[in-house]
């Protein structure tokens, strides 16, 4: 038996530095982007959650074809140098936009925005899915997998926490040269240093390219097989349980992630000195991270990511509790809430990788799964703008409502009855994060951790 490759930590941060530049591009554009347009800009609210939500969705129908198009690049060298390339380009000029927008008025404001946040979400999804299924090849075990997901997602918060520590409004020009800095940085170390997939594991010639190698094959035929190759690992019922579980967990973050600005400064009358607090938040994340991937190996990913989903639990009650300057519970909040999100960074991705290896379909498929992956990601990221902000307008949300004489009057349950803002940023994702733990509980997915065959468990239909 051929013995596998020690990973360095050499290894590991030429693979993990390319994460910095796409957590410094994420979490601008659904933490910052929706109030930065609809208080700066003077943009509705409700505009802003229709444009996050149209722009996502439009760029998660091509993420599953992306992953099928790096699929079929098996046997032309690295297959996943040409989509990070590509997205390079794209970043920078979207990201540009999204910064600098082009206009006079709101409704200019908007349309600019619209087609920056195309422009990046198209780039995003290159790099990502490339980023990600490169990684998935790297790992020989669970250890390994999450390692390197959690040096990926860990540096990766180290490009979030600088830009949440940061308003945009005032510093996007800063922002922006050391995201272009270490996105370029990042892409070289990844292309030039890192170690490279295993070629061995991939096709020589890629099946699923097969339709597309044949002169004589029909258009219609050619679509056929590329829709049945894109949605052939949703056949895969592990693979169908774990997306149901992402979805929920991450449209349970995704929410309160959109409206934390809202409830800092309208609810606990946080100013941009106490951004802090997020920075707090992040560090913790990438900090557990060590302890996730150490207790993934004792226990087991899923039962690991499952204690993650607990400890989050009591959070979304103390945040409803909370008022006007409780700049101390809000801090215990992010901390607590910190540690359970060093699970979701490095052990979802984890479980996608080894269902890969379980499913028979290391170095093959790889960017298919992936790319279905970020698809329910945006669709996340894209549902949870649209539903807050809407769902804020709505109901006549104000940013003074939680300081008005007659709201401080109210007990707590009045308030929860009369603030959109509670309901949205707490008590909507606690019931989505529960769901998820049940999901999850039901899943059998926690079996993973005693099997060492590459059968594939509850992998058909």
């Known amino acids: 038996m051929n013995q596998l490759p020690r990973t360095s930590a050499k290894d590991l941060l030429n693979y993990g530095l390319l994460g910095w530049a796409l957590g410094a591009v994420a979490?601008?554009?659904?933490?910052?982007?929706?109030?930065?347009?609809?208080?700066?800009y003077e943009v509705p609210s409700a505009w802003v959650g229709i444009i996050l939500l149209l722009s996502r969705l439009l760029d998660a129908v091509l993420d599953p074809a992306i992953g099928l198009w790096v699929d079929r690049r098996s046997g032309q060298g690295n297959r996943y140098a040409l989509p990070l390339l590509l997205a390079v380009p794209l970043l920078l000029l979207g990201m540009a936009g999204v910064f600098f927008p082009v206009g006079n008025t709101p409704t200019e404001y908007a349309a600019s925005l619209m087609v920056s946040l195309i422009v990046v979400h198209l780039g995003y999804s290159f790099a990502s899915i490339a980023y990600q299924a490169w990684g998935a090849e790297l790992g020989h075990t669970d250890k390994e997998r999450s390692t390197y997901v959690a040096v990926r997602e860990g540096v990766g918060i180290l490009g979030v926490v600088f830009a949440v520590s940061l308003a945009l409004e005032t510093n996007a020009g800063l922002i922006f040269t050391v995201f272009a800095v270490m996105l370029v940085l990042g892409m070289f170390l990844l292309?030039?240093?890192?170690?490279?997939?295993?070629?061995?594991?991939?096709?020589?010639?890629?099946?699923?390219?097969?339709?597309?190698?044949?002169?004589?094959?029909?258009?219609?035929?050619?679509?056929?097989?590329?829709?049945?190759?894109?949605?052939?690992?949703?056949?895969?019922?592990?693979?169908?349980?774990?997306?149901?579980?992402?979805?929920?967990?991450?449209?349970?973050?995704?929410?309160?992630?959109?409206?934390?600005?809202?409830?800092?400064?309208?609810?606990?009358?946080?100013?941009?000195?106490?951004?802090?607090?997020?920075?707090?938040?992040?560090?913790?994340?990438?900090?557990?991270?060590?302890?996730?991937?150490?207790?993934?190996?004792?226990?087991?990913?899923?039962?690991?990511?499952?204690?993650?989903?607990?400890?989050?639990?009591?959070?979304?009650?103390?945040?409803?509790?909370?008022?006007?300057?409780?700049?101390?519970?809000?801090?215990?909040?992010?901390?607590?809430?910190?540690?359970?999100?060093?699970?979701?960074?490095?052990?979802?991705?984890?479980?996608?990788?080894?269902?890969?290896?379980?499913?028979?379909?290391?170095?093959?498929?790889?960017?298919?799964?992936?790319?279905?992956?970020?698809?329910?990601?945006?669709?996340?990221?894209?549902?949870?703008?649209?539903?807050?902000?809407?769902?804020?307008?709505?109901?006549?949300?104000?940013?003074?409502?939680?300081?008005?004489?007659?709201?401080?009057?109210m007990g707590l349950l009045q308030q929860l009855a009369n603030d959109p803002l509670l309901w949205v940023y707490a008590l909507v994702p606690c019931a989505l994060k529960l769901l998820a733990i049940v999901l999850l509980g039901r899943s059998g997915l926690a079996s993973l951790n005693r099997t060492t065959s590459n059968t594939a468990i509850g992998s058909t239909a």
């Open 191 to 409: 292309l030039k240093f890192s170690p490279k997939p295993d070629r061995t594991a991939q096709q020589a010639a890629s099946p699923f390219a097969e339709t597309f190698n044949n002169a004589q094959a029909s258009a219609a035929a050619a679509i056929r097989k590329g829709f049945a190759d894109i949605v052939q690992p949703l056949r895969r019922k592990n693979f169908r349980k774990l997306m149901g579980v992402f979805l929920c967990n991450g449209l349970a973050a995704a929410l309160p992630a959109t409206l934390v600005p809202f409830y800092m400064r309208d609810r606990l009358g946080l100013g941009d000195s106490d951004q802090w607090v997020l920075a707090v938040y992040f560090l913790v994340g990438a900090a557990s991270t060590v302890f996730w991937v150490w207790l993934a190996s004792k226990i087991g990913l899923a039962r690991s990511w499952l204690l993650g989903m607990v400890l989050s639990i009591p959070a979304f009650i103390i945040v409803v509790v909370l008022g006007e300057g409780d700049l101390a519970g809000y801090l215990f909040v992010c901390v607590v809430t910190g540690f359970a999100l060093g699970a979701d960074l490095s052990l979802p991705a984890a479980l996608v990788a080894r269902l890969i290896e379980e499913n028979g379909e290391r170095g093959k498929t790889e960017g298919t799964y992936f790319g279905l992956w970020n698809w329910i990601n945006k669709f996340n990221l894209a549902l949870a703008p649209s539903f807050a902000l809407g769902t804020l307008q709505w109901f006549s949300y104000s940013a003074d409502m939680a300081k008005t004489e007659s709201y401080q009057n």
């Open 27 to 40: 979490v601008p554009i659904y933490i910052q982007v929706p109030y930065l347009y609809s208080r700066i």
